[in-house]
């Protein structure tokens, strides 16, 4: 192999730059550990930007695929895995594209509204809002309240506030600035709290709580 | 500090790591708005709603065909 991760110094070299050299040499079980350990993260994001199953089931095929052709063009000065979330973006945004049949979509789309910037219904929540729904029933409302949001802010929460991801990794993970990143998790939270306000106020279902007892 | 203001460093109020005088000043505004308190509580409810109930779960099936057809692919592509 030409190319080789450098290890920086006495730095200690994550475990997954080991398997990429390894993968890039030829080494397939080393690829499909890398696989195996984030196949889950990848599906649960691609399905979060595309919303629906059949199109991140295809995202996840193309996006390891793509990860593998390229994997000579990873730097190793990003992690593997915000390198592999950004291939796995990209490939849902242009799936999302395909099945709105040309119209463009991209992270930008959406995000001038003034929708959330300001609390509005500010009433409080029940105690334990999770009480109030069924298991399936609650999914259901949290997938439709997030869905309603446009791409670029749903993304930015899913990465930052559900997988977890750093600020510096997502905005690295989506080629946007940091500011932009705090920008749209404040909009995308507070759009989202806005939202599931509706379900969780204070004295939402009362009477069938009363009902129960 | 305005409520817009005490918006603006939502983000720090919420991470536990942020200590000192911003979170001082944050606590203050706190202690006499009852709105932006209500508006801390429930964003932390909602990260954790949302963190708690996988939605898009990957069943085990689903996996295993997914990850076989990876492999397939990456084996016969032309790297
Ligand atoms: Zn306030």
Known sequence: ?213 | MTCTEFLQKLDEMLDPEVAGPLRAELQQHLHCCEHCEITLNTTRKTIEIYRKHELYELPDELRERLHEAILAKCKGCSK
Do not use: C
Not at chain 1, 96 to 122: N, Q, W, Y
Not at chain 1, 175 to 189: D, E, F, H, Q, Y
């Open chain 1, 1 to 213: 192999m030409s190319s080789s991760i450098q290890s920086q110094g006495t730095a200690e070299v994550h475990p997954d730059v080991l398997l990429v050299e390894r993968a890039r040499g030829g080494d397939m079980a080393a690829f499909e550990k890398l696989v195996r350990q984030y196949e889950r993260q990848v599906f649960r994001i691609s399905q979060h930007i595309v919303q629906n199953r059949e199109d991140a089931e295809d995202v996840v095929q193309d996006a390891f695929l793509k990860a593998y052709e390229k994997l000579d063009q990873f730097q190793g000065n990003s992690k593997f895995y915000t390198w592999l979330v950004r291939i796995a973006v990209n490939e849902s945004l242009m799936r999302l594209r395909k099945r709105r049949t040309g119209r463009m979509v991209s992270i930008d789309e959406d995000v001038e509204t003034e929708e959330g910037s300001m609390p509005r219904d500010l009433a409080d929540w029940s105690p334990d809002p999770e009480s109030l729904y069924g298991q399936s029933e609650m999914a259901e409302i949290l997938r439709k309240t997030i869905q309603g949001l446009p791409p670029g802010f749903r993304v930015v929460f899913v990465l930052r506030d559900v997988e977890g991801l750093s600020t510096e990794e997502t905005a690295e993970s989506l080629g946007l600035s940091i500011p932009a990143v705090k920008s749209r998790l404040l909009r995308a939270r507070l759009q989202l709290r806005e939202r599931l306000t509706r379900y969780f106020k204070k004295g939402t279902r009362a009477k069938a709580q009363d009902g129960v007892k």
